[in-house]
C-alpha cells in the first residue's frame, strides 16, 4: 500500500550546496586506490568541499558516512576516524552506518530528515569504500553463517539477480547490451568532461596525483567481447544455492545463468561527500544551493529475489511526493546487475533515454557505501548540464531493500 | 567388582580398569542403566586415592557401539526432564576429564555414536587398526545428532570444517584416518594387547588435560571475529546451503545440529555443551526425528534381520544360485549374490549374452578399482564365482533358481518349463517380475508351492529392497528360506501378496498418475516437479514417468481391467500424449522432458501451451495430492491384505520409492499429519477432485477409534 503525501506541510526545505566524488579505482591490489586508506579518500574529499567553498568548518554540525564493510580500517566508526583527521574541528561529531548497497544515499537522507526537522543546520553526508583494502564480507554476517537465518533464506545477490532474468526472461544478449551501453555512455561522458566538476583527484602526501579519473570504463567493449566472458554465478549456484532459490520460486526449472564481469557492476575504491543545509547557513556562508532534497523513501522486499526494490522504493518515494514517474526528467539506478535497470524499467515503463544517461556501476564500479551519494551527485550534475529540473536515485539493497530519493534543482 | 554390564577392577599398579561388558547382548549399548554403572564407576576411580589413572576398555569385540535407539523412540518424559538427563550426563563426563587423573579409552573395535563420545572425553585414545575398526559420530543417520558432547569436543579437536562434514554426513574414519586427523592419539595392530598399552602410557606419561581446558586454547574457524580472512563466513554459507540443498529443510536434526557446532563454536565448553543439549532436546521431541528412528532404523533393521519369516522354520543357507538372463537385471542380481559370496551361475541364450552380463560386473569392479575401493584379487575371487553358461544343463546343481528373462509372460512360462526339468524337487523356483501376478505365472509350474516372486529393483547393486510375492500356491516354508535367502544377500525383504503392480510399482503408479493429471489441469510443469522434491521426493513424477515410458505405462493400463475412471481419462490424455504429441519417454529423447545431447534435460516448452497454465496454484495442495494418492493406495493395499503390516508399507516406501524419510514412509505419514487433519483434508481433496481420494470406512474408523492416539504405532 501506497503512503500519502504530507509533503507541503513541511516548510524547511534540506539544499544540497556541494557535491563532490573521487574517482573510482579499480578495487584490486593492483587498483590505483589500494595504496590510499578508505579515511584518506574520504579527508581528500572532506578537504576539497573546505576548500571549494571556502567553509567555515566550525558551522559544519555532523558527518554522516555510509561504509558497507566495517572492518579493519573501515571499522570502529571510520566517519569519527575522519573527521578527527579533517582538521575540521573537535566539534564535528560522526557517525557511521550500514544499509548495505544504499548506504551512500541513507546518508543523505538522514542528513535531509535532520535539516529538514531542525534538529541540524549544516551536515556533511555520503559513503565510502575502499573494496581492496576491506574486501567484501570480511565484518562476517549472521544472515550468511546463523543456521536460522541462513537456511533456505540466503542467496548470493548475483544468484539472485541470475534469478530475476530467469523469471522475467531477461537473455544472456538482453544484459550484455545494456553492459556495453554503460561503457559506451560512461565513456564518452568521461570523454566530454561530464563528471569534471565533481571529481576531485586524489593525491598523495607530495600532491602527485595517485587517481584523477574512473579507472574502470572500458570504451571498447562490444556485445562479442562480453560474449566470451563465462557466468559468474553458475558453478556456486548450481553446486549450491539454487536449490534455496527454486524452493521459493518453484516455477523456476533452473536458473538461468546469465550476469558476469562484464554485466554487473564493478568492485572499485572510492568516496563521495555532500555538503547539506538549511536555507539560513547558505545564506550565511554565502553559498548558492544547487538543489533541493525533496523526499527519500525505504522499502523493505522479499529477501531471495532481493534486488527489485528500486521499484516499489520508486513507487512509493513518488506518492510520498506527490508525483509520478513523468515528472521525473532523469533517474539514476544503480547498476548493480544488468537485470536490475533492466527490470526498474520495463516494470515502470520507462525509456532508457533518461536513465543512467553517463552510464553507471557496470562501467565505473560500484564502492558499496559509496554508491548512493556518487549517483545522486551524477544527477545532479546532469541536471544542471541539460538544464532540466527533477531526478530520482534509486538502488537495490541487499537483504531486499530499495531506496530511492528525489532531488529539484532551484 | 562387577555389575550385568561394566567390570571394575583396580590392579597393583593403581590402574583402575572400567570395562564394558553388556549382559545378554553381542555388544555394548549406551542407555540410562550402563551409562549409570559407567558413571558409578569411573566416581569411584575417581575418588579412590590409590588409582593412579582410568583405562576405560570393553570386553567384547567392539568398544561401545552407540545410544538404544528403541530407548529414544519411546522415550516418554518432559522436555525438562530430557534437557536434565542430557546436562548430567555432561556434567560426570566433565568429571571425568577434569579429574587431573589421565583417562585412556582403548578402542579395540567399533566405537561409533555415543561410544566414540565417551572416548572424545578421554585424555588418550588409542584404538586397534583392523580393517575393519571404525571410529565417529553417525547419529545424523538416524535423525539425531551426538548428545553426550561429542558434537563440541569434535569441534575443539578437528575444527569447524571437518566437524560439519564428518557429523552431519555421518563419517565413519579407520584408525590410520582418525589418527591422521588427530581423533585419535595412538593406534596399535589387533595382535597388540590395547589395555596394556593404555595402561603403559598412564604409567609413563599420564597427562590428564584437556584441550579446551587450557587457557591458551583457540579453536579455529569460530564465526565471532573476521569472517573472510579464516573463511569462515564463506564456510558457513556454504555448510548452510549445501544443508538445504540436501534436505529441503525437511529434516529438523540437520539444521539443529549445524546450529548446535555454529553457536557452540564461539563458547566455552561448558556453555557448548549446553547448546548441544537444548537443541538435542527440540530434535528428540521433533515428529520428524522419531520418524526417521522408527522407519528408516528400526523397522528396516527389523526387516533386514529378516523378522518377518513365518515362523516354525530352520533358518536356510544357499550356496549356488541359478540366474537366467544376463540382462541388466540379471546381472546386477549375479553381482549381488557374489559379492555376498554365493556362487552364481549367470545362463542366458548364448554364451555372448551371458558373457556381457558378467562384464557389466568386470566394469564396475574395476572402476572401483581405479577409485582404490578394491583390489585386483578381490575382483578375481568375484568374477571366479560366477560361470556363464547357455545351457540349463548346467542348473542342475543350484539351490535357488531366479529368473530374470524379460516381461513376457510366455517367455518367462517356458523357461520356467525348461529350468524345472533339470534342477531337483526341492529347489525354490523365484522370478524377477515387477508386473506379472505370481499366481499366473506359477500356472506353468509343476511345483507351484515352490514358486514365488522376487521384486528385485533396478540398479540392484545399489537399490537394498527386495520385494517377496507370494502366490497363491505358495507354501509358507517357501516364503521363509525365500526371506532367508534375501538376507543371506544382505538385501531388506518386505512380504507382498499377489496383486496387479505388487506393491510398490502399483503405489508408486499413483505419484506419477497424479503429477501428469496435473500438468493436464494447468499446474505448470517445474512447480509440479519442484513440489515434489520440495516434500522429499528424490525426483518429480514427469521425471520419472520419462524414465519408466508413456509407452511401457500404456501397455500397462491396456491390461488392467480394474483401472478407475480417473485413470480410464488418464489413459486416454496419456494415449493423446503419445500419438498427437509423440512424447513417449526418455529413450526417444522426448517425454514431458527434452533430452538435447551434451546439455541437461529441460521440460518441454509445449506443455505451456498445451495445457494452458492456470494462473494460480496452491502449492500445499500440490505437495500432499502428491502424497496422498500414494498414501491412500498404500492403504488400500494393507486393507486388501497385499501388505499384511503397515511398517511392511513405511519400509517400501522408504526403500522402493523414495518416500520421504522424515515421514516415516507412507503409513506413519498420516500420523505424521494427524489422523484426523489427513481425514479432512482427503474429504477435501475428494470433493475437488475425485473418489481416487476417497478414504476407505476402515481407515476413517481407525482415526476416529485412535482418538488423540496415533493411528499406527504407539510412538
Redesign the interface.
Known sequence: MLPTSNINKHKMEAYIYDSVRTPRGIGKKTGSLSQVSPVQLTTTLLKALKERNNLNTLLVEDLIIGCVTQ??EQGGNIAKVAAQCSNYGNHLSAVTLNRYCASGLEAINQAAVKIKSGWSNLIIAGGVESMSRV?M?????AW?????A???K??PQGVSADLIATKYGYSRNDVDRFGVSSQMRASFAQKNGYFDKSIIAVKDLNGFTHLAKDESIRANTTLETLATLKPSFKQMGEM??D??A??TY?????INHIHHAGNSSGLVDGAALMLIGNKEIGEKLGLKPRAKIKIGAVIGTEPLIMLEGPIPATQKVLALAGMKISDIDLFEINEAFAVVPLRFMDNLNIDQSIVNVNGGAIAMGHPLGATGCMILGTALDELERQNKTTALATLCVGGGMGIATIIERI | MNTQHIKYRVDTDGIAFVTWDMQNSSVNIMNESTMNTFVGFTKQAIEDKNVKGIVINSAKNDFISGGDLKWFLNYNKTKQECFEMLMQTHKNLRLLETCKKPVVAAINGMALGGGCEVALACHHRIMTNHPKNKIGLVECSVGLFPGAGGTQRFLRMLGTKKTIQFITQSKKMSAEDALKNGLINDVCSPEENITELAKQWILTKGTYEQPWDNKNYKLEGTPVGIGQISGVNEFYSISNAMAFKTTHGNLPHIKNVLSVIYHGASCNIDNALEIEARYFVDTLFSKETKNIIRSSFIFIEDAAKGKSKPAGFEKVSFKTIGVLGAGMMGAGIAYVNAKSGLNVVLKDITLGKAEQGKNYIKKQELFKLKKGFTTQEIIDNLLDKIKVSESAADLKDCDLIIEAVFENEKLKNSVTKETEAIISENVIYTTNTSTIPISTLAKASSKPDKFIGLHFFSPVEKMPLVEIIVGKKTSNETLAAAINYVTQIRKIPIVVNDGRGFFTSRVFGKFVNEGITMLTEGIPPAVIENVAKKIGMPVGPLAVSDEVNLKLMLAVMYEDPTLTSHEIQLKNTISEIVKIHGRTGKKEGKGFYDYPVDEKKSIWKKWLTIYPVQSSYNEEKIGRRLLFSMVIDAYKCLDSGVIKEPKDADVGSILGLGFPIHTGGVMSYIDYIGGNEFVAYSLQLEKEFGERFKLPESLINRVKNAGNKRVFYKN
Open positions: 572492518a579493519g574486501p564480507g570480511i565484518d562476517g554476517s550468511v553463517m546463523e543456521p536460522d541462513s537456511f533456505g540466503f542467496i549450491l544455492f536449490q534455496t527454486i524452493d518453484l516455477e523456476t526449472e533452473r
